[in-house]
C-alpha cells in the first residue's frame, strides 16, 4: 500500500505565490511518477501537472503553463508544486497522486493509483 499526504494549501490573494509539498511512502518500487490533479466545487477533476521518473521529465495543463512549476524526486518520493501569479480561477482542492502506468504523459487520471485527501487552495480577487 502507499500512503500520500500533501501539505501547503491556504487562502491567498490573485497574484500571490503559493508551494504545494507532496511525499509518498509505503510500496513505491514500481512507480512511474508522481502528479497533482485539482477539482473545484461542481467541476470534475482536472489534471495540473506531472513529473515522469524515467526520463525527469515534466508535463503541465495549458491553464498553468508559466506560471506553476513541479519538481520531483524519484528517491525521495516527493513531489512540489510552486504556483505563482495565481488567480480566482485556480481555487480547487489540489490532489496529489502517484503515477502507475509507464504509458502517457501523466496527465490522465486513469494512469494513477495512489491519491491524497487533497489540500484546498483559495485565490481571492
Known amino acids: 500500500q502507499v500512503q500520500v499526504v500533501e501539505s501547503g494549501g491556504g487562502l491567498v490573494q490573485a497574484g500571490d505565490s503559493l508551494r504545494l509539498s507532496c511525499a509518498a511512502s509505503?510500496?513505491?518500487?514500481?512507480?512511474?511518477?508522481m502528479g497533482w490533479f485539482r477539482q473545484a466545487p461542481g467541476s470534475e477533476r482536472d489534471f495540473v501537472a506531472a513529473v515522469l521518473w524515467n526520463d525527469g521529465s515534466a508535463h503541465y495543463a495549458d491553464s498553468v503553463k508559466g506560471r506553476f512549476t513541479i519538481s520531483g524526486d524519484n528517491a525521495e518520493n516527493t513531489v512540489n508544486l510552486q504556483m505563482n501569479s495565481l488567480q480566482p480561477e485556480d481555487t480547487a482542492v489540489y490532489f496529489c497522486?502517484?503515477?502507475?502506468?509507464?504509458?502517457?504523459?501523466?496527465?490522465?487520471?486513469?494512469?494513477?493509483?495512489?491519491w491524497g485527501q487533497g489540500t484546498q487552495v483559495t485565490v481571492s480577487s
Open positions: 497522486a502517484v503515477r502507475i502506468s509507464a504509458g502517457g504523459l501523466g496527465d490522465r487520471s486513469t494512469e494513477y493509483a495512489y
Open positions: 509505503g510500496r513505491t518500487y514500481g512507480t512511474y511518477g
